[in-house]
Nanobody
Framework: QVQLVESGGGLVQPGGSLRLSCAAS????????MIWYRQAPDKERELVAS????????YYVDSVKGRFTISRDNAKNTLYLQMNSLKPEDTAVYYC?????WGQGTQVTVSS
C-alpha cells in the first residue's frame, strides 16, 4: 500500500533550521510531482513548495522563498524540505503529498 512518512520536525528557535524528510513507498515516486503543505492552528492547509518528477522544476509560496529548499532523491524515494531562517509564523504541521496521497504530518514549532 501507499505510504508517505514524514520526519524531522521539532522545536527550534527563531532563525534556526530544520530538514524534513518524507519517505515514500507503494507507488512510482519518480513519476510524480511531490508537494509539501503545512497547516497552522486555525488556518487552512497551504501549499509550501513543490518539485517536478525529475527534480529540476520547483515552486515556492512567497512567504518561504529564499529560506526553504525542496529537493528529492528518486533513488531513495525520499522528498526533503530544508528550512532555514525559521520564523514563528512557520509553526505548523507539515505534510507531504504525492500521487493523491497524504502523509500523517510532522509538527514544526518555532519558538524561543
Amino acid at each position: 500500500q501507499v505510504q508517505l512518512v514524514e520526519s524531522g520536525g521539532g522545536l527550534v528557535q527563531p532563525g534556526g533550521s530544520l530538514r524534513l524528510s518524507c519517505a515514500a513507498s507503494g507507488f512510482a515516486f519518480r513519476n510524480y510531482y511531490m508537494i509539501w503543505y503545512r497547516q497552522a492552528p486555525d488556518k487552512e492547509r497551504e501549499l509550501v513548495a513543490s518539485v517536478a518528477p525529475a527534480g529540476g522544476n520547483t515552486y515556492y509560496v512567497d512567504s518561504v522563498k529564499g529560506r526553504f529548499t525542496i529537493s528529492r532523491d528518486n533513488a531513495k524515494n525520499t522528498l526533503y524540505l530544508q528550512m532555514n531562517s525559521l520564523k514563528p509564523e512557520d509553526t505548523a504541521v507539515y505534510y507531504c503529498r504525492g500521487a493523491s496521497y497524504w502523509g500523517q504530518g510532522t509538527q514544526v514549532t518555532v519558538s524561543s
